[in-house]
């Protein structure tokens, strides 16, 4: 199985950057599809992007915003995060998914206005 850690998030201002690593131990990432999730409070967690054998997606509400990239020497996957909005605060998770799927701590991602 695989073990997944999050970091990078924190406090940014509205139009700002971030970028998080989701970095993985015990497989290599590129065995899995690695999903990005985010949860803000109240809401369901809502999906934000996929890398999936070097194909990307991205969710309608990120795409041209976010970016996907990966270092297999690092075995982490990172999500950069531009043009920050008030409304992409949220805890973002990744996500290992394969014949089962495997998640990560979180990480808080807050921006300000």
């Known amino acids: 199985q695989v073990q997944l850690v999050e970091s990078g998030g924190g406090l940014v201002q509205a139009g700002g950057s971030l970028r998080l690593s989701c970095a993985a131990s015990?497989?290599?990432?590129?065995?899995?599809?690695i999903r990005w999730f985010r949860q803000a409070p109240g809401k369901e967690r809502e999906h934000v992007a996929t890398w999936t054998g070097g194909v990307t997606y991205y969710a309608d509400s990120v795409k041209g915003r976010f970016t996907i990239s990966t270092d297999n020497a690092k075995n982490t996957v990172y999500l950069q995060m531009n043009s920050l909005k008030p409304e992409d605060t949220a805890v973002y998770y990744c996500a290992a998914v394969g014949t089962y799927t495997y998640w990560g701590q979180g990480t808080q991602v807050t921006v300000s206005s």
């Open positions: 015990g497989r290599t990432f590129s065995s899995y599809a």
